[in-house]
């Protein structure tokens, strides 16, 4: 299967800053197809960009994904309140579909 | 707008049968694939498996011998039906759509205890 790291683990950043955020694959995932979501304490994840860099329905532009192939990030240009949260990217170019373990961004 | 709503009980004893199911609302379960995903804090977020409204299946290999998801398309529903469950399955189980997971249930906890 194919193993998705995150780093760093934790972020500590004020509002308005930028956040980047890395996800490594153990192989090349077929087609790019790598999503990233983020999570709030008791809610379910929610889809911020699948493909690797189209935005889900209605996610704010200031959310953008890039990279292929192994490496892939999520930029978010300047850090809101509600944005504080914990992301996970996943892949769904092989099966089983499979997470990394997460990035916790929080308020610096 | 697209919902989906999971139900089931929120106890297991161990050796028994998880079963669990996802129903879809506002929208129709005759496209795209039907995914179940669960979160226990030691695990993070483990795909289960998913189900096609043609009934193909995908399961995840850690856990397919023990494993069934079914679709009733009559009812808008699927099913998870996870079998001789120990402490380790206790989770937030999560129903989920699509390849990349668009639309989420908000989760339904279940505790495996005798």
Known sequence: EIVLTQSPDTLSLSPGERATLSCRASQSIAGNYLAWYHQKPGQAPRLLIYGASNRATGIPDRFSGSGSGTDFTLTISRLEAEDFAVYYCQQYGASPRTFGQGTTVEIK | ?114
């Open chain 2, 1 to 114: 707008q697209e919902q989906l709503q999971e139900s089931g009980p929120g106890l297991a004893k161990p050796s028994e049968t998880l079963s669990l199911t996802c129903t879809v609302s506002g929208g129709s379960i005759n496209t795209h694939s039907w995914n179940w995903i669960r979160q226990s804090p030691g695990k993070g977020l483990e795909w289960i498996g998913n189900i096609y409204y043609t009934g193909d299946t995908n399961y995840n290999p850690s856990l397919q011998s023990r494993v069934t998801i079914s679709v009733d398309t009559s009812k808008d529903q699927f099913s998870l039906n996870l079998r001789s469950v120990t402490a380790a399955d206790t989770a937030v189980y999560y129903c989920a759509k699509g390849h990349a997971f668009d639309i989420w249930g908000q989760g339904t906890w279940v505790t495996v205890s005798s």
